[in-house]
């Protein structure tokens, strides 16, 4: 019996310790856990240019329904809105940014989800009673209105595998622009365009009269 005492004594006091280093561990900052890595989901790198890039994450995104809130060249932000139930509302922030490495386009992906729950706030109506004064009485009207409840980065490797993929996918459908070919007439007007050189501008002198000497008078008998 002392023996399934100490057994039991010994596997309480462990469940405790367990406890404490679960909680520890959640109140440990968030910021620890940020590695910085060079590997991460949310970039991408394609055979492109920035502004292609960026131009097939339009479309992957307006594919898929979200709304275009802002649209660079290089950047652009969408939302889409959800409801997975009555009083919660989530909203999905999705922003692209492209830049240039080398001769290819680096994207990069970053989706917020933000959470909106219902909030009911029910408002009073006074009456006047001349014995007693103003009374408040809950028989108003009752407005709802969605708080913001909460946002988080959405980390799921496989959500910017799949978007990604998709924009690759309008990549290659998409025609890109042919290098243009310079023709004949293209290099003559070139050639024309070219700014003369300017020519020095010599002086001419004038021809110097030889002033003659008086012939030499002869003496007359």
Known sequence: MVNYLRYYLFGGLLALALCACST??????????ETFGAQTPYQEVFEATPNQACEAARRALLSQGYLLVNTEPTHLSANKAFQPEYELHVVIEFNVTCVQAGARALAFANALQVRYEMKKAASSASVGVSAIGSISLPIGNSSDSLVRAGSETITDKAF?????????????ITPKPEPQINTQEDVTQNVHEVKPQVQEQTTVKPNQQVESEPAASKDVP
């Open 24 to 33: 520890q561990d959640k109140r440990k900052p968030v910021y620890q856990h």
């Open 160 to 172: 910017y595998e799949r978007f990604f993929t998709l924009m690759l996918h309008y990549l290659e």
